[in-house]
Structure formats: structure tokens, C-alpha cells
């Protein structure tokens, strides 16, 4: 217990939001932060909402979820949910089982609601942009590779190099995933 008088709860460690590809037009659709709080109003309980249009709810072993659509049309969450001794307390209530199931339902469900995909087509669109990040990646490499192993390219290439890997760079850094075009630009250089 802590001073407070407040159950002491374990919960796993906040890494960093998940984001999820959303179906074209489904956040016009839903009517944007204040539709995806609504629906969490469906599936979770303690909805409260910020004033960036951020839910926060909970429900069962989901301690914790916060989600909302980012500026790139991303469905971003954070979950914490119980773990170690707190999570084996709660499975071993009468209705434990149960509601871990439903819990796992509920946020499954909500997710195919507020992304328009199924579990299976999310993790499709995840390998997707985990893809188009390896390129990019791959393509920087091999532009500071050629570009240090060549030695009669011109300024204007460097420069226009050096201007993409900056590009990709960027995008990568902030989660976006880079276009095809943008990694081909550069591999077409060298």
C-alpha cells in the first residue's frame, strides 16, 4: 500500500506511442480527436480528454490508453497494462480470465474501429513502413559509401546528395515513413 492508502500497481514501462496506418478518410470520417474519444467511450472506462483531442481511459489489466490521431493521419496509443505480481493478482480474481479476455477484445476491437483494418491488415501496413525504413536507410549508407569511394564526383552531387540524405534522415527521425521516390532520388545519384 502506499501513504496515500491507494493500492500500489505495477504497470509495464511507457516506451514509446505506437502508431498505426489509418484507412484513407476514416479520421474525416470518425470526426477527427473528438470522434476517436467518442468511440473510446465504447470500449473503455474513465474517458477523459485533454485539450489537444488526447483520450485517456482504462478498462480490466488496460491500466492505462491514450490515443489520438497524429498530424500525419496516424492513430497514435500508449498502453500500460498490469504486469508481474499485479497482473497474477488480477487473473486470479473469480473473473480474472475473463475479463483479460475481454479487455484484449475490447482493445482489439477498438483498433480495427478507430485504424479501418484488421489485425491482420495492420501488421501488413507495419512490415510496409518497417520496409520502406530499411531502404531508406540502406540507400543513406550506400550514397556516404559511394560518395567516399568516388572520387571524380562533382560538388553539385554532393550536394544534392547530401540535401536527400537530410530528407530521409528526417523522416526517419520523426516516424514518417520516406516515399519510394524520395529513396530512389538518391540510390539513381550513384
Do not use: C
Amino acid at each position: 500500500m502506499v501513504a496515500n492508502g491507494e493500492p500500489y500497481v505495477t504497470v509495464a514501462a511507457a516506451t514509446s506511442m505506437e502508431r498505426f496506418a489509418v484507412k484513407r478518410g476514416l479520421v474525416k470520417s470518425i470526426g477527427g480527436n473528438a470522434g476517436l474519444a467518442k468511440l473510446a467511450t465504447n470500449y473503455f472506462e474513465n474517458i477523459n480528454v485533454d485539450a489537444e483531442g488526447v483520450f485517456t481511459g482504462s478498462y480490466g489489466l488496460l491500466v492505462s490508453v491514450q490515443g489520438s490521431y497524429d498530424a500525419s493521419g496516424k492513430l497514435a496509443v500508449d498502453v500500460q497494462q498490469l504486469k508481474g505480481g499485479d497482473l497474477a493478482e488480477f487473473l486470479d480474481r473469480e473473473d480474472g480470465r475473463d475479463q483479460a479476455m475481454e479487455s484484449r477484445r475490447r482493445w482489439s476491437t477498438f483498433l480495427d474501429e478507430a485504424t479501418g483494418y484488421n489485425a491482420k491488415q495492420r501488421g501488413d501496413k507495419a512490415k510496409e513502413e518497417a520496409k520502406k525504413f530499411s531502404k531508406a536507410k540502406s540507400a543513406i549508407k550506400m550514397a556516404h559509401k559511394s560518395m567516399e569511394l568516388m572520387k571524380n564526383l562533382d560538388q553539385e552531387t554532393i550536394d544534392k546528395a547530401n540535401e536527400l540524405i537530410a530528407v530521409l534522415e528526417g523522416k526517419i527521425e520523426s516516424g514518417e515513413p520516406p516515399s519510394e521516390t524520395q529513396v530512389k532520388k538518391l540510390n539513381d545519384l550513384f
